[in-house]
């Protein structure tokens, strides 16, 4: 099967750091991935969708400048929290669409980011 | 617009119950796929099943089984003789467009009790 692999699963940080977070497809090629939000007891809200080379498609609601997201290549995307503030703190979860099929999404162990 | 609605938003159960969770979607497209996740404690989202539009067959796989049905807009899922370790939170999603943006229910949190 095909694996989504996010680095690092847990980051603490201090109030106005940037924080990086990478989701690798192992063993297929993504063209687009998709980062999605999730809050405790709440369901995932996805954030954004970036494809490769491209600049990323981003949900309403979701400031562009505050969540950088990067598809430099087509096993890497990078989520950049910039400036994170404790509201910022959450769990963060990535899928990457294997490219030929329809329907063929993945998911990666998440990311929970703390800022304190 | 796609939805999904899990109306029921937690269950609790003692081992070796049958427990259904329910799932009901919206969508205008005619080409669709819809989804069954598990998220237990430690928060990664394990992948259950994955259906599409065009097939109703329902599916058992071992104690798991789904009940999909156009006619109502549902894709339920149910554990049989639950266990302990079926607790977790249950996502049903919808999947449609060429872009393939996945709209997640609000989840089920499931507990079994021994």
């Known amino acids: 099967g095909a694996v989504v692999s996010q680095h690092p699963s847990r980051v603490i940080c201090k109030s106005g750091t940037s924080v990086k977070i990478e989701c690798r497809s192992l063993?297929?090629?993504?063209?687009?991935m998709f980062w999605y939000r999730q809050f405790p007891k709440q369901s995932l809200m996805l954030m954004a969708t970036s494809n490769e080379g491209s600049k990323a498609t981003y949900e309403q609601g979701v400031e562009k400048d505050k969540f950088l997201i990067n598809h430099a290549s087509l096993t890497l995307s990078t989520l950049t929290v910039t400036s994170a503030h404790p509201e910022d703190s959450s769990f963060y979860i990535c899928?990457?669409?294997?490219?030929?099929?329809?329907?063929?999404?993945?998911f990666g162990e998440g990311s929970r980011l703390t800022v304190l | 617009a796609q939805k999904v609605t899990q109306a029921q938003t937690e269950i609790s159960v003692v081992e070796k119950e049958d427990v259904t969770l329910d799932c009901v979607y919206e969508?205008?497209?005619?080409?669709?796929?819809l989804f069954w996740y598990k998220q237990p404690p430690s928060g990664e989202l394990v992948f259950l099943i994955r259906r599409n539009s065009f097939d109703e067959q329902n599916e058992i796989s071992g104690r798991y089984s789904w009940n999909f049905q156009k006619s109502t807009s549902s894709f339920n899922f149910t554990i049989t003789a639950s266990q302990v370790v079926d607790s977790a939170v249950y996502f049903c999603?919808?999947?449609?467009?060429?872009?393939?943006?996945?709209?997640f229910g609000k989840g089920i949190t499931l507990s079994v009790r021994p």
């Open positions: 063993d297929f090629q993504a063209t687009t």
């Open positions: 999603a919808l999947l449609t467009g060429a872009n393939s943006k996945l709209t």
């Open positions: 899928s990457a669409r294997k490219t030929s099929r329809a329907g063929e999404l993945f």
């Open positions: 969508t205008r497209d005619t080409t669709y796929y």
